[in-house]
């Protein structure tokens, strides 16, 4: 655990801990009555509910469009399920900028909808909500789908036969073992939406703000650290409390049932009412899924008098970005490739050893180490990267003009996932392998060389996927500390989009298609990779 906790202690807790302790102290002496006077100002306590109420909306509106999803994935086989499953995981690993800009061009000005009908819902709630949903699809999916594919049909059947109706079955049987797993998929669709940022900085406009938004307005913009600070602590009790609750549902899913083979559950529909419940599903991913990634890449290649590549040779032009850029935005693209390599590399160490650690020893102390894992998902990755900022500018850690200090703020985003992977399939071999080993004379590295790698190696290999997508999109932290030579795919979107003309809009359009395709493909490998199932994601 040594190198985990060194890593969380210099890379997180400091710089969040620095600026916390930067915006509520004064004269060393530390003004807690600037949690009343920043908590009472009306446009704080909007942003507040706002907040509060658009995450809870989302998260509504995610499961009820999502659950029937999950049920279709569980119990039915139909041919291109495989490929329709890594098709709805697609936006979960598309970096929220781009799912931003995917949404403008669906439903902004002069996007597919306003030139259709003349409908525009930019800088509406309602296209904030229905990104969310786009984003968080496959949580609901993945979860509840994957247990409910393991829950054996014979207790319900067995529940008909004795008189029950179909849904009294469904509600009596099945939905009470699925609860914890509609619970846990509930609170990580509320704890992404509760720390929205790129959705809202893009699609809200000046009239909507979150937590994670007024963080970054008043860290960058306004340099109120004090507001800043207790937004920060505000969001991470918040962001401690969904991720015990999550723990708990986690920890009875896992105890709770008996499970089977998948491979028993899934029948062919058969019947109108389950041809008509697959129809849905596929008008619903084809409207919710395909429809804007589709706008998109046709944005990207809308140009006067047609269709072309105008928008992507303009990113190979230095002197057509001169206003933006330093450098040709296509740099961008090089940039994160090496960038999320480098992040993945850490995020694999760092949360390879972490996993093996919790494997291995047990207590409070270490189930509390897991949930500090987590955090990274829900505090405030601009208070991580202005963190990085003002902490990180001392020797030995001078590390303000260093590269590297870009993939370590995207490993601390990849960690969650390779421990959540991994610790499954790790906890699943058998400790007498390892005493074997031993008994035979093989040194603790070699056991684990010879014995734990090729039974978690697919495991690892999906970790290092999650961690490289995860990582190239990144963008919260990164914003602060990306040089302006060295930008990354991300932070050069939101730059275009910041600036007005077509030519911006285009190519931010193209960059954002480009930085979709990268992490479709890595999706569409990790599914050929991941034939068990194993881990949480």
Known sequence: MAVPVA???????????????????DDGVWQFGRFSEVLSRPDILDVLWFTLWQALASTALTLLIALPGAYVFARFDFPGKQLLRAIVTVPFVLPTVVVGTAFLALLGRGGFLDGLWGVRLDTTVWAILL??????????????????????????????????????????V????????????????????????????????????????????QTAQLLALPTAAVLTLVQFAAVGAILALHAWTVRRRETALKLVDPAQTAR????????????????????????????????????????????????????????????????AIGNSLRYALVATVIALVVGGLAAAALTRRAGRLVRGFDALLMLPLGVSAVTVGFGFLITLDKPPLDLRTSWILVPLAQALVGVPFVVRTMLPVLRAVDGRLREAAAVLGASPLRAWREVDLPLVRRALLVAAGFAFAVSLGEFGATVFIARPDNPTLPVAVARLLGRSGDLNYGQAMALSTILMLVCAVSLLLLERIRTDRSGEF
């Open 7 to 25: 890593f969380f202690a210099v890379f997180f807790a400091y710089p969040v801990a620095a600026i916390v302790g930067r915006g509520l102290k």
């Open 268 to 331: 062919r529909p058969h019947g109108a009412g389950q041809w008509a419940l697959l129809g849905g599903v596929l008008l619903t991913v084809l409207v919710l899924i395909l429809l804007p990634l589709g706008v998109l890449v046709e944005r990207s290649l809308d140009v006067s008098g047609g269709h072309g590549l105008d928008y992507y040779r303009a990113l190979g032009s230095a002197d057509a970005n001169s206003g933006t850029f330093l450098v040709a935005p296509i740099e």
């Open 131 to 172: 990104a969310h949903v786009f984003f968080n699809y496959a949580v609901v999916v993945r979860t509840v789908g994957g247990l409910w594919s393991q829950l054996d049909p014979r207790q319900e059947e067995a529940a008909r036969v004795l008189g029950a109706g179909r849904f009294a079955a469904w509600r009596r």
């Open 174 to 217: 099945t939905l009470p073992a699925l609860g914890p797993a509609v619970a846990a998929a509930a609170l990580m669709v509320f704890l992404f939406t509760f720390t929205s940022f790129g959705v809202v900085q893009i699609l809200g406009g000046p009239g909507f703000s979150t937590l994670e938004v007024e963080i970054y307005r």
